[in-house]
């Protein structure tokens, strides 16, 4: 089935990502337009559980400094 192989167009526009606390883009948020190797200064350590890529391609680590697993991500992900 050709349907069920296809994947939402990546998004276009600036580079802007959202991190949600909880799963399915829900909870606590922030919203990200630049580089941040520590997300304990926004009081989001650790707690990134989707994202909502809006523009760009963004690398995410599981911890500070690009430290940890690390994976790129260019579209919305409902389940870290």
Do not use: H, M, Q
Not at 39 to 55: C, M, P, Y
């Amino acid at each position: 089935d050709l349907e069920a192989g296809r994947r939402e167009p990546l998004p276009s526009g600036p580079p802007s990502i959202i991190l949600y606390s909880d799963t399915n883009l829900r909870g606590g948020s922030v919203e990200l337009t630049a580089d941040n190797y520590r997300l304990a200064t926004l009081g989001f350590n650790d707690t990134a559980r989707s994202v909502e890529v809006r523009g760009g391609a963004w690398l995410l680590c599981a911890d500070t400094n690009l430290k940890g697993n690390c994976e790129y991500v260019d579209r919305t992900v409902r389940n870290l």
